[in-house]
């Protein structure tokens, strides 16, 4: 993926997290690109102000909006999300870094409604590190259950759910 990345977002991308979070190892794009066709309309929901999945994923073809807030949010990104609907929402190493309770049902209610109909809502849940460590992994699976009309937890702890 590096080789294929413009510069000027290479150069960007130079945190702590983006060794494995995000780039080559990171699992939620590698899914994207094998369990959803070209034509699904995407969004990266905490995209990150260098969008990195966003643009390798639109330089493999699909069609991909990055959304991000605060100190992240960059011109080019949406900036009013929901008013719009997509077949997949992502988050990729997103939910460990929401740090109160109250974040959680509200992300995810603003998430599920800018799901279409038969929408998917692909997110995964690393262990470490976990700002809010009194979501665990049974309390998140239970909440997604009852949010959503269908829970997958693939491997990796990566939840696949279906509005």
């Known amino acids: 993926m590096k080789d294929t990345l413009p510069p000027e977002i290479i150069k960007s991308n130079r945190s702590a997290r ?22 699904f309309k995407i969004l990266d929901y905490g995209s990150g102000p260098a969008r990195i999945h966003q643009v ?25 999300v929901f008013p719009l ?7 990729s190493n997103v939910m460990n870094t929401w740090s109160a309770p109250y974040m959680f049902p509200t992300y995810i209610e603003q ?5 279409k109909t038969d929408g998917v ?14 979501m665990t992994d049974e309390k998140l699976s ?9 829970v997958r ?3 990796k702890n990566v939840y696949y759910c279906r509005k």
């Open 142 to 150: 239970e909440f997604m259950v009852e949010v959503f009309s269908e």
């Open 56 to 80: 390798s994923l639109e330089l493999a073809g699909f069609d991909v909006d990055a959304f991000d807030f605060g100190k992240n949010w960059r011109e080019g990104m949406q900036y009013e």
């Open 18 to 39: 983006s060794y494995g979070a995000v780039g080559k190892k990171a699992i939620i794009p590698k899914l994207v690109e094998q369990m959803f066709p070209k034509s």
């Open 153 to 155: 937890i693939l491997p």
């Open 85 to 91: 609907r997509y077949d997949l929402i992502y988050v």
């Open 111 to 115: 998430i599920k409604s800018g799901l």
């Open 121 to 134: 809502f692909l997110a995964n849940y690393p262990k470490s590190p976990r700002y809010f460590e009194a």
